[in-house]
C-alpha cells in the first residue's frame, strides 16, 4: 500500500485554503520553474528529493511547502508533475489571464514594456500609457503608447486586470486613484511613495533602492566577520 508523500499533518485540517506563509509563498514559484522545465524533457513523475534537488531547497522543506496545497504525492511514486504544476500555477492564479498595462513610459516603463519574459510567466503587457506628447503615439516594441487622458477607456478595451506604476512620486497616488476607480485590483508600484488604497486592492512595491541597503548590510557583515577586519579598518 502507497501512503501520502507528505507529513501526517500535510491533509485535511492543514489542507488548502488556509494561509500560506509569504516564505513558502515565495519558494513556490521556484517548484513552478523547476515541474515546467521537467514537463518541456516529457518527465511524468518526479520524487520530492529531485524535485528539491532542481529548486535547490532540502526535500523536508518542500514537502511542508507543497503541503500547503493539499495532499497529493504518493511515498515510493513521487509527484505528477502535470498535476502538481497546474496546482501551483492555480494557487497563485496564473490559469487566469493577467493583462497589465504599463503606467508611464519613461526609462523604466520602456524597458518593462520591451522585456519578452513576462509573458512566458502568463503576464501580458497590453498596454502603456505617458503623458508627455513627445511619448505618446511611439512605439515600444510591439505597443504604441495610449495618452493618460485614455486610461480609463483603455483599460477596458484591453481589458486590463492589473497595473505597473512607473511614474514620478508625486503623480502616483492620482493615477492609483484613477486606476482603482476604473476596476484594478493589482497593482505593482515603483514610485517611491506609499499609496493609499482600498482593502480590496492589492499594491506591492518594488525598491531597488531598499534591497541594495539590505545586500550593503550583508556584506558589511560579511567583511566584518573576517578575521583581521578590524585592524584593517582602523588603517
Ligand atoms: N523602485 C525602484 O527600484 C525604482 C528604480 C528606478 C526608478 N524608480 C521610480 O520609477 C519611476 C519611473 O522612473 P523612470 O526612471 O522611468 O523615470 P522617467 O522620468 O524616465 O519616466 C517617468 C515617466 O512618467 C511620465 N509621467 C509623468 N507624469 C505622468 C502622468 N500624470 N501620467 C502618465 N505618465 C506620466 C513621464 O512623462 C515619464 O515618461 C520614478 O518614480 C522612479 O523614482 C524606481
Known amino acids: 500500500m502507497t501512503t501520502p508523500d507528505f507529513p501526517e499533518t500535510a491533509s485535511g485540517a492543514e489542507g488548502p485554503g488556509r494561509e500560506i506563509p509569504p516564505a513558502s509563498l515565495a519558494r513556490l514559484p521556484i517548484y513552478l520553474r523547476a515541474l515546467n ?7 511524468e513523475r518526479v520524487s520530492s528529493e529531485e524535485l528539491a534537488e532542481a529548486a535547490g531547497v532540502k526535500s523536508a522543506m518542500l514537502r511542508k511547502d507543497l503541503s500547503y496545497l493539499g495532499s497529493f504525492g504518493t ?10 504544476s497546474h496546482k ?6 496564473l490559469t487566469q489571464e493577467w493583462r497589465v498595462a504599463i503606467v508611464g513610459a519613461g526609462n523604466l516603463g520602456r524597458a518593462l514594456a520591451r522585456y519578452s519574459g513576462f509573458t512566458t510567466r502568463g503576464f501580458e503587457v ?17 505597443l504604441t503608447v495610449s495618452h493618460v487622458d485614455d486610461l480609463e477607456t483603455e483599460l477596458k478595451r484591453t481589458g486590463t486586470n492589473m497595473a505597473v506604476l512607473s511614474v ?7 493615477l492609483c486613484d484613477r486606476l482603482v476607480a476604473a476596476g484594478v485590483t493589482s497593482i505593482l508600484s515603483f514610485a517611491p511613495v506609499v499609496l493609499q488604497v482600498p482593502a480590496h486592492v492589492q499594491v506591492r512595491k518594488v525598491d531597488m533602492g531598499t534591497e541594495l541597503q539590505i545586500l550593503a548590510y550583508h556584506a558589511q ?3 566584518e566577520a573576517e578575521p583581521g ?3 584593517r579598518s582602523a588603517q
Not at 37 to 43: H, P
Not at 75 to 84: C, I, K, S, W
Not at 126 to 142: P, R, S
Open 229 to 231: 577586519s578590524r585592524a
Open 75 to 84: 511515498r515510493g511514486v513521487g509527484y505528477d508533475v502535470q498535476f502538481v
Open 168 to 174: 514620478p512620486a508625486v503623480v502616483a497616488q492620482e
Open 221 to 223: 557583515r560579511a567583511q
Open 37 to 43: 522545465a521537467m514537463l518541456a524533457d516529457s518527465v
Open 88 to 93: 501551483i500555477s492555480a494557487l497563485l492564479g
Open 126 to 142: 497590453v498596454a502603456l500609457f505617458d503623458a508627455d506628447q513627445g511619448i505618446v503615439g511611439t512605439q515600444v516594441g510591439w
